[in-house]
């Protein structure tokens, strides 16, 4: 019993220095998601106030950052997780600052100027709105699809990228038919200022996700379920250096992330086919209605494992359908029944059929977990 101890260890200790070595190698290739949060402390005359206290709260995690602002008023806090901040500015002889409701979107970077008022310590200024932050930090064009166009916005089958879509300058070529996420060479079909469908880099939390498909498109190898998106951005010129791979846009996903509260949702769509119309062709042709459905159901749950400190978020997503394919024939009208289109339906698109109606059956799961270890939090 005595040798195998001393055994363990080392197993543990070579375990635990390769997964260090695998997240840094990891965070080296990554292109970052998280923000920046900077700015100036003045006084009633506009001169820098040095040596003031800032904290950046983040109050949903219950983590802060303690910075002192240097000789010329200055302060940054940098990688911190997308959301709704509040900065608390503190000096002596100056009333306590407030600015509540600080937003912070996905690689961001926000400006706040924060001007004291002579005064005493017991007293606060609580500025808690403010004018939307223009992009000063880059030449990065682009647009941030928040969480309640998410949730709010309709998407066919659930589908995230849909909203690639609301982007300016951007152009769906896509098949409009093959819009379930399982279908990925499609829905990613996206011609950006110019530049050819299917050449937009996807992210999900500075990890890219992509596959290449024919003649060397890039597809989404992973589509996560809308309910389990915080926000995600879309650039489509001038971005950073830091983004290749790509002759088109960039689109970074970023993944909800726990919190002190519990949060969660589910969810049950369905298309029942009784209630589905014929095709218009296929009726002209006396054709019966073909058998069609779809049901997509899935949740998320999210909280903390260790208050202010650990949090996790699981989600699960599954989509069962069954569709028509309507294909142009040169068989004069007959009806053929193709048993093996049914697995390749969507492969062969381009291409002339002796069919008239097959069958699409797709089955889609797809699950999601995430940790968060808050760092400065266990000092």
Known sequence: MNSLLPKLARIFAVSFCLSISLVFVQSMAAQETRGTIRGTVTDPNKQAVFNATVTVIDPSRGTKVNLTTNGEGFFQATYLIPGIYQVVVEATGFKKAVRENVLLQIAGAVQI????????????????????????????????????????LPTPHGDPYALIGLSNGVAFTGDPRLDRPFEPTHIVGYAINGVRGNRMDLTIDGIASTATANGNEITASYVPPSDVIQEFKVQTATFDSQFGNTEGAVTSILIKSGSNGLHGSAYF??????LAANDTFGKARGQDRPESYSYRYGGYVSGPIWKDKTFYLFGIESIKDARPRFDVTNNHGRIHEDAGADDAAHHDHGRVKHTESARERGCWLVGVYRFHLDPFGLR
Not at 269 to 274: A, I, L, R, Y
């Open 269 to 274: 769509n369905t298309e029942p086919g009784q």
């Open 113 to 152: 100027d924060i001007p004291l008022e002579i005064g005493g310590a017991q007293e606060t200024v609580t500025v808690t709105a403010d004018l939307p932050q223009l992009n000063t930090e880059n030449a990065s064009l682009g647009q941030v699809i928040d969480q309640q166009r998410i949730n709010e």
